[in-house]
């Protein structure tokens, strides 16, 4: 690092010292969460902390990277970095964090705004030019590390769901991509004839593949890919608010998109492997892989992850976003209404994994965390950071330049250049939906489970099952507090009260 940004660092960091000593966000003119500019560093005369301290949760790859450029870290800004780990279980029962900066899933961030835990970071730090935030993409950079009107997050990688597909089978037999779930489903079903007439004149082990595709459905994914199914069926453009009412917090996941999007999961699933209620999107990847189906819906991760569960070189591979929809259902109207032609038909589902950067409330080193926030997620050294996880992905406009940094190392060139563009392409999406992100959110996605797995399992009808989730939504909401949650749900929308 030059020497003159040294000097403003040290300075900054000082200058945060003495004004941010004992922080705990009340509203003081340097440190209220609403509002807070960063500190000046002119005329600091404090000294720098010696020692940050960073908490990662949940991720022990991501965990072990950083401490592996711990040594980086201190030779350029001159303090050490304690890094520890956290379990999410142990999370949610936490009252405060030991630390400066913790890491965690993009989920949590609900939960730790609302249990004031961590701290709003200042537009003036946002706007330093070393941090690039021209460079992120505006899903997972900018809407997702918000909550309410404030940013309090910096990125380190949010996948959403892509389909996989074999361009030389699509080729081989006359077939395009889907577009919309409607052809999405027409494949399944082809692509499963085609296994049938193959294995009824040769044996099975012939058959190009056995699945038309392979989607996730274990316990913790169930849900998600209901939603990211759901998405482009329910997100409509006249509505902030999708699961649900904005105002009564009345549950919207048993209304008609839903049961239409599950209903056409089941009818994939009926076609797909009888384990497949065990796959988590990793094993969907493996399959896939292996050669067992014609698509897959999941995301590609660095190898280091899975070295079994890495294509082999030769393997035809292409990338498109999941389908949309030409329709959309219409809360007010209850009822089906073509989408206009300016009206995107993709809607992409965030939050299903991904990892988030915060400063702990309280830090005496605010200034300092930041620095780390911002190292951290550089294109110098998101590559070997984010990377390490395998709940990240690409998140900065200038990592497109080296995409095979994200994917498995038998993926060729071209496949990997593919997936980063279509990532892309969703991460630019006008219209978007989150996975439920507010407090309580791992028991909300638990019923949700619940329901897909009863009516893939058919012990329970699309309809039945989801009425039966929505029931348990309204009693997770009640006994949270309706007030709290609806305040809560705003706040994930971008809304304030």
Not at 261 to 276: H, S
Not at 346 to 374: K, N, Q, Y
Not at 472 to 482: E, P, S
């Amino acid at each position: 690092m030059p020497r003159s940004r040294s000097i403003v660092f040290a300075a900054t960091i000082a200058s945060a010292v003495a004004l941010l000593n004992g922080c705990d966000g009340s509203n003081k003119s340097t440190s209220s969460d609403k509002g807070a500019k960063s500190s000046d560093p002119a005329g600091a005369a404090a000294q720098s902390p010696t020692k940050l301290r960073l908490l990662v949760v949940g991720d022990s790859g991501l965990a072990q990277k950083i401490k592996q450029l711990r040594g980086e870290w201190s030779a350029r800004f001159g303090a050490s970095l304690d890094v520890s780990g956290m379990a999410p279980a142990d999370l949610a029962k936490s009252t405060s964090l030991a630390a400066d900066v913790v890491i965690y899933p993009s989920a949590e961030l609900g939960s730790l705004v609302e249990r004031r835990m961590i701290r709003a970071l200042p537009a003036a730090w946002l706007d330093r030019a070393d941090y690039h935030k021209g460079d992120l993409f505006e899903l997972p950079g900018l809407r997702e590390t918000a909550w309410g009107e404030q940013t309090y997050a910096v990125p380190l990688g949010s996948p959403v769901l892509v389909c996989f597909y074999r361009p030389d089978l699509f080729e081989q037999l006359g077939r395009k991509p889907p577009q919309t779930w409607a052809d999405y489903q027409q494949l399944v079903e082809f692509f499963a004839e085609s296994d049938k007439s193959k294995s009824s004149s040769e044996s099975p082990q012939s058959s190009p593949v056995q699945y038309g595709t392979l989607e996730p459905l274990a316990s913790g994914w169930a849900g998600n890919m209901l939603l990211a199914r759901a998405a482009a069926y329910a997100k409509h453009r006249d509505y902030y608010s999708t699961l649900f009412d904005k105002d009564s917090l009345e549950p919207r996941i048993a209304t008609e998109p839903f049961v239409r999007a599950l209903t056409e999961l089941v009818a994939a699933a009926k076609l797909g492997p009888k384990a497949q209620l065990n796959d988590t999107p990793a094993d969907v990847r493996r399959e896939f892989f292996a050669g067992h189906s014609a698509m897959a819906l999941s995301w590609p991760t660095a190898d280091i992850h899975d070295p079994a569960g890495s294509p082999p070189s030769t393997m035809s591979i292409g990338f498109v976003e999941l389908p949309g929809s030409p329709e959309v259902f219409s809360p007010r109207d209850q009822k089906w209404q073509p989408r206009k032609p300016d009206d995107d038909p993709r809607v992409p589902l965030l939050g299903i994994a991904g990892r988030l950067g915060s400063i702990v409330r309280g830090t005496p080193s605010a200034d300092a965390a930041f620095e780390l926030l911002v190292w951290l997620s550089s294109d110098e050294w998101s590559a070997q950071i984010s990377t390490a996880s395998s709940a990240t992905t690409l998140f900065r406009r200038s990592q497109l330049a080296k995409p095979q940094r994200w994917v498995e190392s038998g993926m060729s060139a071209d496949a990997a250049r593919q997936y980063a563009e279509v990532a892309a392409q969703s991460f630019s999406r006008p219209g978007w939906l989150f996975a439920p992100r507010l407090p309580g959110h791992e028991e909300y996605m638990a019923a949700l489970d619940e329901a897909v797995r009863r009516a893939v399992a058919g012990s329970a009808s699309p309809a039945e099952a989801l009425t039966e989730a929505a029931v348990r939504w309204q009693q997770i909401t009640d006994r949270l507090g309706r007030t709290e949650q609806q305040r809560a749900y705003l706040h994930s929308l971008g809304l304030e009260l």
